[in-house]
Structures are given as C-alpha cells and as structure tokens.
Nanobody, 117 residues
Framework: QVQLMESGGGLVQAGGSLRLSCAASGRIFTINTMSWYRQRPGKQRELVATMSSGSSPNYADSVKGRFTISGENAKNTVYLQMSSLKSEDTAVYYC???????????WGQGTQVTVSS
C-alpha cells in the first residue's frame, strides 16, 4: 500500500504562483511514476504533469512552461510548482502514484486551487 498526502492548495490571484506538495509513505520503493492530475469544475480529471524513473518529466500542453514537477527523495515528496496561474487553472489537484509490483494506481485526497481573476 502507498499513502499520498497533498498540501499547498489555496486561493491565489491570476499571475501568481503556488507550490503543491505530495508526501508519499508506505511501500514507496514500488513506485515507478508520480503524477499530478486536476479536475476542473464540470470537467473530467486530466493529467497535468508526470515523472518516471529515468525519464524526463512530461506536461500537459496547457501548463507547459508554467508548471514544474520535481521530487525530493530524502523527504519522499513530489512538488508541483505552478507559476503564471490563470483562472482556468482553478481545480482540485490530485497527486497519484503508479506502482509496478503490483501494477496499481494510488490517489491522494486532493487539494483545492482557486485562481481569482
């Protein structure tokens, strides 16, 4: 089992920045990929950014150049640095871990990000 806990959401003005954190615990050695998803009001959950062992991070086109995913192994934590925020970035952001043994996806509880225009 893997447990994920997000933090760092909140209210920010358009053009501002925010950093989300995701702390992982449990069988973290089974994790191959860490990702951030978001669900905007009335929309389906969508992939925002992802990072895998030995690969470069990937980003949704809508956030390229504005968001950065990174990890801090010593703290078992993944971050999502968000800059130049827009009102359309308003969403619940979810951290997700994909393990390989067994193949299973885990989710955090989500953190609300609201961007005011």
């Amino acid at each position: 089992q893997v447990q994920l806990m997000e933090s760092g959401g909140g209210l920010v003005q358009a053009g501002g920045s925010l950093r989300l954190s995701c702390a992982a615990s449990g069988r973290i050695f089974t994790i191959n990929t860490m990702s951030w998803y978001r669900q905007r009001p009335g929309k389906q959950r969508e992939l925002v950014a992802t990072m895998s062992s030995g690969s470069s991070p990937n980003y949704a086109d809508s956030v390229k150049g504005r968001f950065t995913i990174s990890g801090e192994n010593a703290k078992n934590t993944v971050y999502l640095q968000m800059s130049s925020l827009k009102s359309e970035d308003t969403a619940v952001y979810y951290c997700s871990a994909l393990t390989v043994v067994p193949v299973r996806r885990y989710w955090g509880q989500g953190t609300q990000v609201t961007v005011s225009s």
